[in-house]
């Protein structure tokens, strides 16, 4: 008995049956008993019916819906398969993979995504049009899955093969700056966001910006977050045509990770230290969102020195020095008022000092000091004598 293949193909199959009954025809007499064996007229009824039963199957009907329910089966697993390898950062696309390698071959599109450089050439060779040829449910193109493609990490000896991909859609007319269908809150994705965002690209990240690719202040953003040792925000910021009127949201990542390297490459390339938000929100005060962050006094004393304003409140009315002060850090408090900050600290700022970790003792004596009582402190906005 023959085995079926994990990845069937039914026209496969058919030719099979035509085979066998035009070699029965022909004189061939292994081909007519085995057809003999099931039926008695050489017909391509009777030839499907023996290639089924070879197969383990009792008919041509029951061999066809396996094949169908098997092709489907993998369909599925192929899209969830893309869909992994793009948007979950687990490992799971590797998994999948390792469980069910006929998913290399399974279309182009898989093919694109690990970077099979062999198979996308030939693909395109036969039809140039698959490289602008966008996906009907998410609107990718497939220059947008080699770019999200997270297989440079999954196994980083597909990174020439991905490049290599790039390269060839690039080459056969994919567009640097084509948006995906997804609007999502940014206007759909270009394959350079691709590449920045979840992959963190840095070698199709060069290649696009080579090819045209225009970087956007969400794309500045991105990268800020992304695990590649500042590689791709450095390409960025060599490529941008004027930092200072781009980046207008992308210091919120550097800043609410702590990351005094990235927020000192953007104030380095001109990025506007006073900068927080994109224009759809208002602007963010930056030294209290620093503060509020839990940033240190590194990263706040690099804004502070590239002409941040160490004066505007919060949201709550706070100004940063106070919200240092109730916090109790007493480094950055001075720093700010190295810099000019309002150091005015009420009543309340005080009690709120003194109740941070290991100064509840102090309490009652922070009470005990007459409302408005602002001068004699210290900057922890306790009350010396």
Known sequence: MADLLAEPSLDHLRRQARDLLRAARA????AAGRIRAVADALTLASAQLAVAREYGFASWTRLRDEVTARTASLARQAEAFCEASIRDGTGRAARMLAATPELARYSFATAVILGDAGRVRTELGRDPGLAAQADTQTGWAPLHAA?????RRLDPARAE???AVARMLLDAGADPNGRTGE?????GWTPLRCA???AANPLITRLLLERGAVPGDHDLYLAGFADDNHECLRLLL???ADVAQLARMALAAPISLNDAEGVHLL??????PNRYADDA?????VIYAAIRSGCSAELTGLLLGYGADPHIPGPDGRSPYVLAVTQGRTGLAMLLRQHGADVTVTGTDRLLAACCPGRVPRVGAVRAAPAGHDRGRDDAGRATT
Do not use: Y
């Open 27 to 30: 004189g061939d007499t292994t």
């Open 147 to 151: 770019s999200a493609s997270r297989w």
């Open 161 to 163: 093969g991905l490049l």
């Open 183 to 187: 609007a999502g809150g940014h206007g």
């Open 196 to 198: 920045v965002a979840g």
């Open 238 to 240: 060599f490529h941008a």
């Open 267 to 272: 104030l380095e390339a001109g990025a506007d």
């Open 281 to 285: 929100d208002p602007l963010s005060p």
